[in-house]
């Protein structure tokens, strides 16, 4: 019985890694051009464009109001469209992607407006174009509140992997309801919590990491 | 030469709007220090701001050089703009990249190569006495040291014009003198024009060798930093002074008295 627990449990935290890393990757590209779009387009800004600002920012207001579980469902078709198929972790990718995006959107935009409006007058005082303040000012200045806000997004889409591993995705989730729920294996609900508890504690400590370790050589902290 | 001429700027609100600059127009000769003062609301920070089009005024023009600034587009604006450094009350320095990157900037943007980049930054750095803190981040810094990394950035693309936007009023008194004598320095170097925003009487009594008074938009009084001192014309030129006057009679008062001041 042992043998059985940790080989289901190896498969499920394999697919969960492999569902995270892709749909992360997606899901922060995405974030980070949404999220540049909404500062750079605000009053103001660079790039000031008011419509485009609200029509970004009520589109990522629509995908946010609609509860995860019923996004998978709505996006079913975008998955079988894209890849073929609406089962398993790689068709989650798509689901995971879209439904992240539009939070990774908000806290980048949250973490980019921390900058100093002074820095970008500075940068565009110096004949800066906006795509070099967006890379060279915006970005780098950010990098910190960044790397905080992209830990707690990837957390987040740990928890939506759980979700989309109820209907169908594989993963952790899909083993804890399996399993766990479905045939009250108690010791594999049990490991399945415990793997993502390490795993999401994991992201955390890495996160923490290294914005720490940029933090310390710019302000030379404890 | 800059030549302003007739330069308007509103701001609105919701329920109001602000004559920030209302009609102005003022020349600066070449190689000047020239200092424009005013109390706070005076509009003196929109007139620089518009100088280089950080803020774009609703009317009027200005002209920098053979360069009509207001005339500019996107584009072109940019390319001016490397040739008109500007430094802040607030530094605005790059916390995340070192003294050098942060001098450096101005000439990335320009597309210099490498070596130029490493040349210019090491020359200038030496200019404003920061060769050894080349790899220091800015928090590391005290603020006489930001301030002269931002005039070693603002220097670097060797401008014709500096806009300096109450540069000093930051920094305590001793700090305020160390900056202003190496701004002085760089005018005699470089013959480069200074503009410069203040509120401080001692920053234009210490450096300057022209002064506009600024009063609600427009330009009240003109002339030499002498003339303002000794024989101030307009209310807030008469207000500034007024200061100074009142501490001198002060201390005569207490001289009379035997305090041995």
Known sequence: MRDDVLELLWEGLRQTLYMLVWSSLFAIIIGLILGIALVVTEKGNILEARLIHKVVSLMINGIRSIPFIILIVLLLPVARWVIGTTLGPTAAIVSLSIGAAPFLGRIVESALKEVALGKIEAAKSFGASPLQIIFRVLIPEALPAL???????????????????A???????????RFGYQRFREDIMFATVITIILLVQFIQWTGDYISRSISRKRYKLE | MIVIHDLSKTYKTANDTFKALNGLSLTIERGDIFGIIGFSGAGKSTLVRCMNRLEEPDKGSVRIGNTVITDLNERQLRKARQKIGMIFQSFNLFDGKTVFHNVAFPLRVSGYDKATIRRRV???LEMVQLSDKENAYPSQLSGGQKQRVGIARALVNEPDVLLCDE????????????ILELLQEINRKLNLTIVLITHELDVLQHICKNVAVIEQGKIVENGTVDQFFLAPESDTARRFVHIVERYRQKRNVLEGAGAGI
């Open chain 2, 122 to 124: 090491k020359e200038v």
């Open chain 1, 167 to 177: 209907i169908g995705a594989g993963g952790l989730g899909s083993l804890a309801i």
């Open chain 2, 167 to 178: 540069a000093t009023s930051s920094l305590d008194p001793q700090t305020t003198y160390s």
């Open chain 1, 147 to 165: 790397v905080r806000s992209l830990t707690i997004a990837v957390i987040a889409i740990t928890e939506l992997t759980a979700v989309a591993g």
